[in-house]
């Protein structure tokens, strides 16, 4: 039998943060098969309706934000969380001065690793 993984602990003010676009900052914590990002989204930004394999867990944070979700347009706020299932279509404009939303992943977001990461 394998040895165990031991658990780990971070802090969000201490992961880096990586700017993706104006506006646009992420931060990205994973394990061998979960991951979870933090962004920061200035107003007014808008995040093109998309799928992908990846089963996805959105809380939002911060703010209020506007999703595509299948062929719907809801809005959304603090505390609320979402789920797209692998294949679902979905998309989001931020409607606040500043938008945090908490995503999860799973599998882990291979692309989003830089190739020594």
Known sequence: MP???PHQT???A???KETLAEGVV???IHGASLMICRL???PGTVTA???HVHEQMTMIEKGRVRFVVGSEEKTFGPGDVLLFPSGFW?????LDDEVVLIDIFSPIREDFLKPNA
Do not use: E, L, Y
């Open 40 to 42: 920061t989204f200035a």
């Open 90 to 94: 979905h998309g989001a404009t931020m």
């Open 26 to 28: 992420r931060q990205m």
């Open 10 to 12: 971070w802090n969000w």
């Open 14 to 16: 201490t992961i880096p």
């Open 3 to 5: 040895a165990p993984v």
């Open 49 to 51: 309706a998309h799928d």
